[in-house]
C-alpha cells in the first residue's frame, strides 16, 4: 500500500465499507417493502423462455425515470404470464436503488383500508391511507382480481387521489385491459365516475404487455 496514491489509499480503506453500507441499505428496503419473492431478478424482464415483452418499453421502465416523471406503470397478460414475477423483480431492484416501495396485494391492500373505515376510527384510517399514498413507489399486485361494492371503490380512489397529489409512482399488474375496469372492478352504477377517475389516473405512464410465446 506505499506505493499507492493519496486517492487510492483512502478509496481502499472507504470502499469496503461503503459497500457494506449500500448493502445493509438495500437489505433494509427489502424487509420493509413486504415483498415475498425477494429472488426475482430484471435480467430475466426480456423476451425469451417462453414469455415475449415490449422490450424497449422495459428498458425504459427499469430506468426508473417514471418515478421521477410521477408516472405509473401497468403490467398486463394473462394469467400465468409473470406478472408477478415482473413486478417483484422490479421492487428489487427499486429497493436496491433506495427508493422507498410496498408491495401488496390488491385485496389485501382493500380489505385493510375498508375494515380500518368500518371501525370508525377517522385518524386511523387517515394515518393508514396517508402512509400508503405517501409511499415513493407502490406496488399492487392482481390489480382488479376481485370487485368491490361502492364502499371499496371510494376508497381506492381516495388513495389514488393522494398518491397523484403527492407525486408519488404505482406500478400495478393487471389481467384485464383499462376498458374492462367498469366491470370488473365493481358492478355498481354509483361507481361509474369514482371508476373514470381510477382509470385516468392510474394509465398515465408506461404499459408492459407479457405475452406467452
Not at 427508493?99 to 390488491?106: A, E, G, P, Q, T
Not at 409511499?135 to 392482481?142: K, V, Y
Not at 385491459?177 to 373514470?196: A, R
Amino acid at each position: 500500500m506505499g506505493n499507492y496514491t493519496p486517492l487510492q489509499l483512502l478509496r481502499e480503506v472507504l470502499e469496503p465499507q461503503y459497500t457494506e453500507v449500500l448493502n445493509n441499505r438495500f437489505q433494509t428496503n427489502l424487509r420493509l417493502s413486504s415483498l415475498i419473492n425477494k429472488g426475482a431478478q430484471i435480467e430475466n424482464l426480456k423476451t425469451g423462455n417462453g414469455r415475449v415483452y415490449n422490450d424497449t418499453t422495459v428498458q425504459q421502465v427499469l430506468e426508473f425515470h417514471f418515478a421521477e416523471n410521477r408516472q405509473n406503470v401497468g403490467i398486463y397478460g394473462v394469467t400465468g404470464a409473470g406478472k408477478s414475477y415482473f413486478l417483484s423483480a422490479c421492487c428489487v431492484e427499486a429497493c436496491r436503488r433506495n427508493y422507498r416501495c410496498k408491495f401488496v396485494d390488491y385485496s389485501d391492500l382493500l380489505d385493510e383500508l375498508i375494515i380500518l373505515n368500518r371501525q370508525e376510527d377517522l385518524n386511523r384510517y387517515r394515518k393508514r391511507i396517508k402512509y400508503y399514498a405517501k409511499i415513493q413507489l407502490l406496488f399492487i399486485d392482481d390489480f382488479a382480481i376481485s370487485r368491490y361494492s361502492e364502499e371499496g371503490i371510494k376508497i381506492l380512489y381516495h388513495l389514488l387521489k393522494m398518491r397523484d397529489d403527492f407525486g408519488t409512482s404505482t406500478l400495478f399488474s393487471c389481467q384485464y385491459s383499462p376498458d374492462e375496469w367498469g366491470k370488473q372492478l365493481s358492478d355498481k352504477e354509483e361507481c361509474y365516475g369514482k371508476l373514470d377517475g381510477i382509470r385516468r389516473r392510474l394509465t398515465t405512464g408506461f404499459t408492459v404487455l407479457i405475452e406467452r410465446a
